[in-house]
């Protein structure tokens, strides 16, 4: 699958790195890598072992006035806790219970790591699933 990606992707960028994101030595190899006026985290905080190691090793890499995007499936979704008390606990190939997932972030944990870890957070949105719309009317999603 993975090989399928860069392939894809390869004819767009001047590198890729495929390798485990929480052991690239991003110091040793910042000249290779340069700085980015941007970086785009999406959805993969769940899926590291230490993602505060992680975000203070981006910020060596993101120029004096750029910026970190970052997405997370957020465990306060509430298709979450209404399959668990219907005793659904079972992981799936994607999505918040996806089954390469280390761990549950809510909007609060995220802003948490972030400033523990340096950055500064300008704006936060959220995208609320869909199928919830009719019981999120109202309410405040941000932490």
Known sequence: MVQKVVAIATPAYARIVVEIFEVIDF???KSELQTFD???RADLLEQLVNPWLVRQRLRALVTGDGALFVG???VRNLNVPANLAKGKGTYEGARIQDIIHLRF?????????LKATGWSIDEIRVGPDPSLN??????????
Do not use: F
């Open 27 to 29: 110091l040793e190899s």
């Open 38 to 40: 941007t970086i785009i």
């Open 72 to 74: 997370m499936a957020n």
């Open 134 to 143: 009719q019981a999120l009317e109202g309410a405040s999603l941000l932490p």
């Open 105 to 113: 972030i809510t909007g609060s944990t995220l802003v948490q790591m």
